[in-house]
C-alpha cells in the first residue's frame, strides 16, 4: 500500500485545521493504525475507533481526517466539552482483530495523555474496547461490567429517530411517522435499531446491506423488502435513511433519488460541499449527519460513576429541538442545513475558547 503523496500531510492539516495525526505501528500484531486530532478547544478529542480494508493508505487518511472534524463539530452543536477525534485502524475486521492488536492501540492511546479518548465505531465491538482498556483508561463505550455504558448504537438511534422526526415535521409537516416509507441503507448496529423503532411507529421500510444476513433479519422482525445494495438509491420513498458509511450523496447517486428528505446516522454522508448544493437544488432536505447521529456521543460522553440512563436519553431526545434549529438557522440565513450547522458549531466553539483569556488558577 503506498501513500499518494498529490498534497503534503502537513497541507492536508492545514485545509481543515487538524491539531495532530499520529501513525500507530506494531509488526507483530499487525497494527497500522492512524489517529487524528482535529481541535481540542472545547475539550479532549474523543471519537471511535473504526477498522476497515481501506484500500489505499491515502483512502484512510482522508476517511480519518473527515471523521474527526466531524467529531468536532458533533460535539460543539450537541453542546458538549469534548473536542473532535478519531481513529481508523487498516485491516479487515473479519479476519485481522486480536488482542494484542488493540492492546497496541491502546498503548498508543495512553502515549497521548488524554488529549484523545477513544470509543467503538464501524468494525469494532466493546469486545475490542475492553482490550484497549487494559491498556489505557482513555477509553468510552465498554460494557457494562467493565465500568461502560455498552454498545452505544441504540442511543445513537433513538437520536436519529428524534432528528428524522424533526426532519419531517419540517418538509413534511406532520409529526406521524405512519405511513411513511422508508429507504434505509446499512443494517448494522444502528441501521437495525432504527429500522425497528420505524417500523413500530408504523414505516414501511426498504433496506439493504452488503451483508445480506443483516437486511434479512429486517426482512423477518419488520416485514421490511430486500433490496440489491445499488438499488437503494432508485427507491420511490419519503425518506432516505443512510446507516452504512460515508460519500454516499454524490454525483452518481443523487440524480437518482426520489425522496424529499434524508435523515439517516451514517458519518460523512456528502461526498463533497457540491453535493449539498445539487440536494438542495432537488428540493430534498438534508439533515445534517452529525446533528442527528450525536446521541451516541451524548451517551459516552455521561459514562462515569454517574451515568444515569434516563438522563441521557432525555439529552438525546432534544436532537429534536437541535435539529429544527439548524433548518430554521439556515431559513433565515438562506444557508443550507449543513452549513447551518457548521455555524452553531464554529460560533459556540469561539465562544467556549474565548474564555481561555479567563485565568483560572
Ligand atoms: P456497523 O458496521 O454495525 O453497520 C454498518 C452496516 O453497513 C454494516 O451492516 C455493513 O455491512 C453495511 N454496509 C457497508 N457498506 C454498505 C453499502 N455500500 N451498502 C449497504 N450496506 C453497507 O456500523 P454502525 O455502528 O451501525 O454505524 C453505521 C454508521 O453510523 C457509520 O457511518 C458510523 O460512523 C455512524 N455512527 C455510528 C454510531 C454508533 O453509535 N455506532 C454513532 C454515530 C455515527
Known amino acids: 500500500m503506498k501513500l499518494e503523496v498529490s498534497m503534503s500531510l502537513f497541507d492536508k492539516m492545514a485545509d481543515h485545521d487538524h491539531e495532530q495525526v499520529v501513525f500507530c505501528h506494531d509488526e507483530s500484531s499487525g497494527l497500522r493504525a492512524i489517529i487524528a486530532i482535529h481541535n481540542t478547544t472545547l475539550g479532549p478529542a474523543l471519537g471511535g475507533s473504526r477498522m476497515w480494508p481501506y ?121 406521524e411517522l405512519k405511513g411513511l416509507r422508508v429507504a434505509l441503507q446499512g443494517c448494522g448496529h444502528v441501521g437495525y435499531y432504527l429500522a425497528k423503532q420505524l417500523s413500530d411507529a408504523g414505516c414501511e421500510l426498504v433496506v439493504t446491506d452488503i451483508d445480506e444476513a443483516r437486511s434479512a433479519r429486517l426482512k423477518e422482525e419488520c416485514g421490511a423488502v430486500v433490496v440489491d445494495t445499488d438499488a437503494i438509491y432508485d427507491q420511490e420513498c419519503d425518506v432516505f435513511a443512510p446507516c452504512a458509511l460515508g460519500a454516499i450523496l454524490n454525483s452518481d447517486t443523487i440524480p437518482r433519488l426520489k425522496c424529499k428528505v434524508i435523515a439517516g446516522a451514517a458519518n460523512n454522508q456528502l461526498a463533497t460541499d457540491a453535493d449539498g448544493v445539487a440536494l438542495a437544488e432537488r428540493g430534498i432536505l438534508y439533515a445534517p449527519d452529525y446533528i442527528v447521529n450525536a446521541g451516541g456521543l451524548i451517551n459516552v460522553y455521561h459514562e462515569g460513576p454517574n451515568y444515569n440512563r434516563e438522563m441521557v436519553m432525555e439529552q438525546v431526545s432534544r436532537l429534536y429541538e437541535t435539529t429544527l434549529e439548524v433548518f430554521r438557522l439556515a431559513k433565515e440565513h438562506g444557508l443550507r442545513p449543513e452549513d447551518a450547522a457548521t455555524r452553531l458549531a464554529e460560533n459556540r466553539i469561539a465562544e467556549v475558547g474565548r474564555l481561555r483569556r479567563i485565568h483560572r488558577s
Open 55 to 175: 484500500e489505499t493508505e491515502n483512502d484512510a487518511l482522508q476517511d480519518v481526517l473527515r471523521l474527526s472534524r466531524g467529531m468536532t463539530y458533533k460535539a460543539a452543536v450537541a453542546g458538549l466539552d469534548l473536542g473532535g477525534g478519531k481513529t481508523v485502524i487498516i485491516g479487515d475486521p473479519k479476519k485481522d482483530k486480536s488482542e494484542a492488536l488493540f492492546r497496541a492501540l491502546g498503548r498508543f492511546i495512553e502515549g497521548l495523555n488524554g488529549r484523545y479518548i477513544t470509543a467503538e465505531d464501524v468494525g469494532t465491538s466493546t469486545t475490542d474496547m475492553a482490550n484497549i482498556q487494559r491498556e489505557t483508561a482513555h477509553v468510552r463505550g465498554c460494557s457494562a461490567g467493565a465500568g461502560g455504558s455498552g454498545d452505544p448504537s441504540p442511543v445513537t438511534a433513538y437520536g436519529a429517530l428524534r432528528g428524522f422526526q424533526a426532519a419531517v415535521r419540517w418538509q413534511l409537516g406532520t409529526d
